[in-house]
DNA sequence: TATGAATGAGTCTTCATTCAT
DNA sequence: CATGAATGAAGACTCATTCAT
């Protein structure tokens, strides 16, 4: 049985990463990738199907932590009226992204400034989309726990709020924001957007 | 009798507009931009130097009316505090931008979502760049003309409030909304931002 | 204006047929083609849309060839009892073979021995079909103007009486019959089948 | 515990005729004959030189079969002048075919219409020549033995009759008819030919 | 016997741009 | 001003086969 030339698919990986990151999917050349991860280039079609395999697999741990951020997000202990009183809410929930940050720099840039041409090239509005529906959601969980609040706020706000979430976090990843950096941004941040929701939410 | 080619230059211009619109400028091919103006492949070139320079010409009417809205930002009447306690100001600046995207509701979808590859595939980074920068300028003045007010704000938080507006746009014009809608969206807007601005600036 | 490089298209399309009938649709290739036809490859993309097309406009005046026949052969004329005593049926029909066969002997072997991974790899069979189909309504057309004939013949006869057609004709083609040696295998081949076909249909 | 691999060899093989008939020679890949055998890649090179030596054994038992029919032709019991008053000549003769149909339905379609670029790609010319020479053979030896035959035919007729037959069979094939369906078509195409032979031989 | 890894030549096709007339 | 022709580099991907272990 043969050894394992170490990690091959590591390297392809790796240096994939590398090139995408810095021309971005479509311009980043299998060719490239080959020659620098000093494999044949059609050896790379041994470990992927193809280029958009690449980024998938460079870009799937990113994607199963957004996807369990989703998911937790509409669970019971948030649905809670002290939430809108209290900084606390906006807090977890932005700590949940910072944490996200800080692990995920260079593949949420990648993800969000770099994926043109492959099959994520659309995620920044899928994303939002799920997002909206599942703020609306919230919403109407909410509305029925505690009926005086008003939410009727219409779906294309929380949209552009959710489109807003997407582009704090590209901004913050395209300025290599340190982790003190990024609290810092988020007090501010936090200051401003519960006064925001207190008032439109009369809560 | 031939038909006189009257002008083909704005012909090719409001082809190439369709193609960029419909497939993003990298996909939008010279070939078929010829096919469609019904104008030889290579004649093109003697209107323009290239590919890029039809983009910038799509756009220049856009991009001069940006120009002037940042020119215009931090003229003397802009300077005045009532602006902070009124929601006068941001009624007013978001009006502009209203306008703006009634007028140019196609090319700002071009230039915010379909100029990859070409020059101007790093505008928002830059436009977001140039209104921090002006944004900052801002608030300098108006500390020199109100002392007591709270500006010590970060760059990069202000950077992301122009990165927010840029979104914004983004959303409304790739929903296509009527100006009724705008409208509205803008009301609900004003009182979030207004509501955040005041607590954070304590003015 | 520019003086027209004599007939590039034409070239290609000499070039292309040559190989094509050399190696097959699928083993020439576009390469080779441009090389020997003094053309840049990707020059051929100016004259042709694919491989396919080339191929296709190879084979057209074939193609309307076979057309034309398969329209007329339910012709009112053609729909005469006599022609089946007779054995002028056959011989009228087979002519309008020989002038095919004798007119695309080339055309006919790349078709239907060359066609492989072409749009056209299927024509064998769609052709069978479809002249199978005619068959079957010249039959109906027949009983009903003299209804005491046998045409109680399984539509797969009929179907094997096609694919003999389309053999024969292959058989011509690949062993380079002259129009003299035609003619006598179609005499053989017509005492063989009129009373092949007398005796079937009782006539 | 590990299943022993008992039988590896005809495991390649199944795997393979199956790859063979659902996408023809050509297009069968071995990376997918390897995968779904179950076996590495390389090692089918273990049990056979190359592609085309996997083809030649799933269709080795056919060609075995299709030999015995070609050298049963001439036998001395066929070599008898009553063959061409009754039908039992024709009748005989094709009952072998459809044993052999039926009993090789699928390989025969495979080397029918599926062994592009294989070195069976030519069998049905090669067949078809063979078949034809002793076709002519059988007629000299009939001359020999009943003079006053006419055997006069040209060998062009005989090698289109083989090619008929090859055409035949392979339509049956194709079509995927049953046993008793093909006894019906048989015996209409009996019929046909009969008449045919008999007016030819004037026998 | 078995296999993961590697090879290298090959496939068609696309593109913006330039050249010669 | 106009255009048909041409260019050359680049793109992703496939394949049967061989190598080293």
Redo the contacts with the bound molecule.
């Keep these: ?5 170490v990690n ?2 590591k390297d392809i990986i790796a240096v994939a990463r590398k090139e995408f990151f810095d021309r971005g999917f ?7 990738i080959a020659k620098k991860a000093g ?9 992927f ?4 395999e690449i980024f998938l697999e460079v870009l799937a741990p990113l994607m199963r932590a957004l996807d369990k951020i989703m998911i937790e997000h509409n669970s019971q202990e948030n649905l809670n009226i002290d939430i809108f009183n209290s900084e606390e809410y906006y807090f977890r929930h932005t700590n949940i992204y910072v944490d996200l940050i800080v692990t995920f720099n260079d593949e949420l840039k990648l993800l969000l400034f770099q994926s043109y041409g492959s099959s994520l090239e659309n995620f920044r509005d899928e994303y939002t989309d799920r997002h909206t529906k599942i703020g609306m959601e919230y919403l109407q969980k909410m509305k029925e726990k505690y009926p005086w609040i008003h939410v009727d706020i219409s779906e294309f706000f929380i949209h552009t709020m959710s489109s807003w979430w997407i582009s704090i976090i590209g901004e913050i990843v395209s300025h290599n924001l340190n982790t003190e950096e990024i609290k810092k941004f988020i007090s501010e941040y936090m200051e401003f957007g519960t006064a925001g929701w207190k008032k439109i939410m009369k809560a």
Tied chains: 1, 2, 3, 4.
Excluded at 49 to 52: A, Q
Aim: hydrophobic letters at 35%; proline letters at 0%; zero cysteines.
């Design positions: 049985m043969q050894v394992q030339k091959i698919k479509k311009d980043a050349s299998m060719r490239m494999v044949g280039l059609s050896n790379i079609y041994n470990y199907r193809n280029k958009d």
